[in-house]
């Protein structure tokens, strides 16, 4: 059964911005650190951002300063807010969960709950 769901994506134009939202199946999430994913066509998975247990988050470059992720447990939802979309942005989205050690927060192997994917396209 799915635990995880992806909202929130959709055809936007350059500068523009997004909400993707995560939901979880339980209050509050089963695993202790979140992540958001995203893959292009032809292309492997690739990190976006992460929140591990202690709070702490963590981006890859590409996104760093655009891009911000959040939690809030009481509903439970995981949250990816994007701005200043581009065209390299878009991708199929992803989030994930797991208990994942700290080497690994970046890591696609690290986490072992995935959604469907929700697909966000920039374009002109």
């Known amino acids: 059964q799915v635990a995880l769901e992806e909202s929130g994506g959709g055809l936007v134009r350059p500068g523009d911005s997004l909400t993707l939202s995560c939901t979880a199946s339980?209050?509050?999430?089963?695993?202790?650190?979140m992540a958001w994913f995203r893959q292009a066509p032809g292309n492997k998975r690739e990190f976006v951002a992460a929140?591990?247990?202690?709070?702490?988050?963590y981006y890859s470059e590409s996104v760093k300063g655009r891009f911000t992720a959040s939690k809030d447990s009481a509903k439970p939802t995981f949250y990816l807010r994007m701005n200043n979309l581009q065209p390299e942005d878009t991708a199929v989205y992803y989030c994930?969960?797991?208990?994942?050690?700290?080497?690994?927060?970046?890591?696609?192997?690290?986490?072992?709950?995935w959604g469907q994917g929700t697909q966000v396209t920039v374009s002109p």
């Open positions: 339980q209050r509050p999430f089963g695993r202790p650190d």
């Open positions: 929140r591990r247990r202690d709070g702490h988050l």
């Open positions: 994930a969960t797991g208990t994942v050690i700290l080497s690994r927060t970046r890591d696609e192997t690290g986490y072992g709950t």
